[in-house]
T-cell receptor, first 108, second 115 residues
């Protein structure tokens, strides 16, 4: 079983819609959680950290459920510029473990 | 304001050749790491370092060497290139104590093809 699992998609969503991604992790000792965004042929960039209480950054909301070992990302009012691959990332100690990513395409 | 700089951006090697991928950061980050990214596999950790003179293996270290003589530089050496090492390589750095939620800063990547 992979340490971090994501639905690879692709998700094709009309502009303005709400879309949600899920991610599960297998190691209960994981300490920190993140969502990264990766554009085609570019490097990953930190989108947001994920806290147990849930956190929001503009149109983006991240949730963490430690009991179920589950992380989610919600994007509201999606924009064309949101088209990218979204990587779920889990930290344990000094190393980050990346999911394979969920590909999102926003359709005009 | 360079961040993490990787060179070269593209490289084609013949099987059996050796080469060094360069990575430099100017943010005084203690932690540096190398990942490779392959379709359907996600990013996999090759080697990492928590400071000058300290390195350790990641998930897929075979065929690669690293050293960390300065805080700024963390080169990755391919000893004898194989077609299985065709991949996109990313260098990343951060402050030690990732729990601070700063996340990693990535370089722009090196696209390596071994023929």
């Amino acid at each position: 079983r992979k340490e971090v699992e994501q639905d690879p998609g692709p998700f094709n969503v009309p502009e303005g819609a709400t879309v949600a991604f899920n991610c599960t992790y297998s190691n209960s000792a994981s300490q920190s959680f993140f969502w990264y965004r990766q554009d085609c042929r570019k490097e990953p960039k930190l989108l947001m950290s994920v806290y147990s209480s849930g956190n929001e950054d503009g149109r983006f909301t991240a949730q963490l459920n430690r009991a179920s070992q589950y992380i989610s990302l919600l994007i509201r009012d999606s924009k064309l510029s949101d088209s990218a691959t979204y990587l779920c990332v889990v930290n344990r100690g000094e190393k980050l473990t990346f999911g394979t990513g969920t590909r999102l395409t926003i359709i005009p | 304001n360079a961040g993490v700089t990787q060179t070269p951006k593209f490289q084609v090697l013949k099987t059996g050749q050796s080469m060094t991928l360069q990575c430099a950061q100017d943010m005084n980050h203690e932690y540096m790491s190398w990942y490779r990214q392959d379709p359907g596999m996600g990013l996999r950790l090759i080697h990492y370092s928590v400071g000058a003179g300290i390195t350790d293996q990641g998930e897929v270290p075979n065929g690669y060497n690293v050293s960390r003589s300065t805080t700024e530089d963390f080169p990755l050496r391919l000893l004898s290139a194989a077609p299985s090492q065709t991949s996109v390589y990313f260098c990343a750095s951060s402050y030690v104590g990732i729990q601070s939620n700063y996340g990693y800063t990535f370089g722009s990547g090196t696209r390596l093809t071994v023929v």
